[in-house]
Nanobody, 124 residues
Framework: QVQLVESGGGLVQAGGSLRLSCAAS????????MGWFRQAPGKEREFVAA????????HYADSVKGRFTISRDNARNTLYLQMNSLKPEDTAVYYC?????????????????WGQGTQVTVSS
């Protein structure tokens, strides 16, 4: 089993910053591509960012590029999402995800394991 637990969400003013963390356990962490998705009320879950097992390649949604940074610390089995210059439209539940096998990294269907989500609310 692979278990993913997100933390770090909360309420922040527009223009502020938050850092989300995702703790992974149950299986080796370093061999898995991981990503962040988010889902706002009434909307579909959308891709935010992804990072390969080595941390050498990253992908970002256009809406967050330049503001968010994805990283991982394999020694600590932890994935991060640093979010800067937050906007009200960033408000959503943020989910950590991991792949079981190689697949697409920018779509929900490409991931096999999911955390429970953490709420991020950005006030205007």
């Amino acid at each position: 089993q692979v278990q993913l637990v997100e933390s770090g969400g909360g309420l922040v003013q527009a223009g502020g910053s938050l850092r989300l963390s995702c703790a992974a356990s149950g299986r080796p962490f370093s061999t898995r591509t991981m990503g962040w998705f988010r889902q706002a009320p009434g909307k579909e879950r959308e891709f935010v960012a992804a990072i390969t097992w080595s941390g050498g390649s990253t992908h970002y949604a256009d809406s967050v590029k330049g503001r968010f940074t994805i990283s991982r610390d394999n020694a600590r089995n932890t994935l991060y999402l640093q979010m800067n210059s937050l906007k009200p439209e960033d408000t959503a539940v943020y989910y950590c995800a991991a792949q079981k096998f190689i697949g697409t990294v920018t779509t929900r269907s490409g991931y096999d394991y999911w955390g429970q989500g953490t709420q991020v609310t950005v006030s205007s």
